[in-house]
């Protein structure tokens, strides 16, 4: 079964507005990453973030981790038209097992 | 490294027909992982393997299903006897062994059972 769980399931902007996703977790993780994909299409990796880190930045993209809450946030700032995707986040144990959420579907209207 | 990739994209088959799917993983990645993935659904683990060695399968991978990676490169997935529920997206992923690797993911197979 998943492990991680997004929040919201969808979600609707307009072009410029930032967008905010959230994913929670069960277990320990050694890191967790952010993929994206787009309808129809595989997944692509987005950002990582270790176990022991608290935030990274990537160009437009800030993740946080918390791992007392075992929750983790996606920020995208300053959305445009082509992020509109779905997201998920993905935790993986020490055994190096991937986890996938259940995803955040994004829209941004230009 | 022309990336993931799998065969066929698209697959139509009739209930009780057995189907097979290829994956071709980037060349230097020794782990290769197979999911499913229904509509409005995150990926589903089903199995991966390290090299040639099947190091471990999901209870969702039931005795139809069947994964090879024969001389540790690319990678089959064989479902006998297809069932309607067996209808989904089937992705492949590869990655570096050790830690903090993020996964390269195939285009995908999506598989329509009749």
């Known amino acids: 079964s998943q492990q991680g769980e997004e929040d919201p399931q969808a979600l609707s902007i307009q072009e410029g507005e930032n967008a905010t996703m959230n994913c929670s977790y069960k277990t320990s993780i050694n890191n967790l990453q952010w993929y994206r994909q787009n309808s129809g299409r595989g997944l692509v990796h987005l950002i990582l973030i270790r176990s022991n880190e608290r935030e990274k930045h990537s160009g437009r993209l800030r993740v946080t981790l918390d791992t007392s809450k075992k929750s983790s946030s996606l920020l995208i700032t300053a959305s445009r038209a082509a992020d509109t995707a779905s997201y998920f986040c993905?935790?993986?144990?020490?055994?190096?097992?991937?986890?996938f959420g259940t995803g955040t579907s994004l829209t941004v209207i230009p | 490294d022309t990336g993931v990739s799998q065969d066929p994209r698209h697959k139509i088959t009739k209930r009780g027909q057995n189907v097979t799917f290829r994956c071709d993983p980037i060349?230097?990645?020794?782990?290769l992982y197979w999911y499913r993935q229904t509509l409005g659904q995150g990926p589903e683990f089903l199995t991966y393997?390290?090299?040639?060695?099947?190091?471990?399968k999901s209870r969702l991978l039931s005795d139809r299903f069947s994964a090879e990676r024969p001389k540790g490169s690319f990678s089959t997935l064989e479902i006998q006897r297809t069932e309607q529920g067996d209808s989904a997206m089937y992705l492949c992923?590869?990655?570096?062994?050790?830690?903090?690797?993020?996964?390269?993911f195939g285009p995908g197979t999506r598989l329509t059972v009749t």
């Open positions: 060349s230097e990645h020794n782990r």
């Open positions: 992923a590869s990655t570096r062994t050790g830690t903090d690797y993020e996964q390269y």
């Open positions: 393997f390290q090299n040639e060695a099947q190091l471990e």
């Open positions: 993905a935790t993986v144990d020490t055994g190096n097992q991937f986890y």
